[in-house]
């Protein structure tokens, strides 16, 4: 049984940093690209960050600058350190990732999200 677990998130004051982090385990053969996205109250989940298994990333304008992505494919892990927090990152965040488990099946993996509260 493969599992994407978050943690990390939390309330921080305008400005401020938070690191989310996120583990996955199960029967895992490869994992490749890991992303990050965010869902806020009535709007769409969107892709905040991603990371291949190449270290290549890309982020979404809005974070571009203040959020950066990392992987440490040993452990698979993925994190996302974000600064300068502004009150518009609050969100549920949510870890993704493609995940070939020892099947042989590559699929479409799901955390269960963590909250990011970003208020004075």
């Known amino acids: 049984q493969v599992q994407l677990?978050?943690?990390g998130g939390g309330?921080?004051?305008?400005?401020g940093s938070l690191r989310l982090s996120c583990a996955a385990s199960g029967n895992?053969?490869?994992?490749?690209?890991?992303?990050?996205?965010r869902q806020a109250p009535g709007k769409q989940r969107e892709l905040v960050a991603r990371i291949t298994s190449g270290v290549y990333t890309n982020y979404a304008d809005s974070v571009k600058g203040r959020f950066t992505i990392s992987r440490d494919s040993a452990k698979n892990m993925?994190?996302?350190q974000m600064n300068s927090l502004k009150p518009e990152d609050t969100a549920v965040y949510y870890c993704n990732?493609?995940?070939?488990?020892v099947k042989?099946?590559?699929?479409?993996y799901w955390g269960q999200g963590t909250q990011v509260t970003v208020s004075s």
Request: overall charge negative.
């Open 104 to 108: 042989g099946e590559t699929l479409d």
């Open 5 to 7: 677990v978050e943690s």
């Open 78 to 80: 993925v994190y996302l």
């Open 28 to 37: 895992i053969l490869s994992i490749s690209p890991m992303a990050w996205y």
């Open 97 to 101: 990732a493609q995940i070939r488990s």
């Open 11 to 15: 309330l921080v004051q305008p400005g």
